[in-house]
Nanobody, 120 residues
Framework: QVQLVESGGGLVQPGGSLRLSCAASGSIFRLGDMGWHRQAPGKQRELVAAITSGGSTNYADSVKGRFTISRDNAKNTVYLQMNSLKPEDTAVYYC??????????????WGQGTQVTVSS
């Protein structure tokens, strides 16, 4: 079983910055693609950014140039640096990771979510 724990959310003013972290732990043999999704009230969950084990990234058009995803494979941790935040970035942000457990069983795990609120 693989657990993901997010941290770093909070309240920030428009134009401000936040850095989210997500640490994976448990029975991990290999960690594959990792990503951040978000869900605003009344909206569907959407992909914000993703990163492969090799470091290739992709972003939602709405965050390109403002958000940066990165990972530390030694720490099994993925980060999301969010700059120039806008009120429309307000949402619960979820971490997601895939890979294989020590039993070589594929997994696709989600974190519990962290609230990001952008408001003056």
């Amino acid at each position: 079983q693989v657990q993901l724990v997010e941290s770093g959310g909070g309240l920030v003013q428009p134009g401000g910055s936040l850095r989210l972290s997500c640490a994976a732990s448990g029975s991990i043999f290999r960690l594959g693609d990792m990503g951040w999704h978000r869900q605003a009230p009344g909206k569907q969950r959407e992909l914000v950014a993703a990163i492969t084990s090799g470091g290739s990234t992709n972003y939602a058009d709405s965050v390109k140039g403002r958000f940066t995803i990165s990972r530390d494979n030694a720490k099994n941790t993925v980060y999301l640096q969010m700059n120039s935040l806008k009120p429309e970035d307000t949402a619960v942000y979820y971490c997601n990771a895939g890979g294989r457990s020590r039993a070589l069983v594929p997994f696709d795990s989600w974190g519990q979510g962290t609230q990001v609120t952008v408001s003056s």
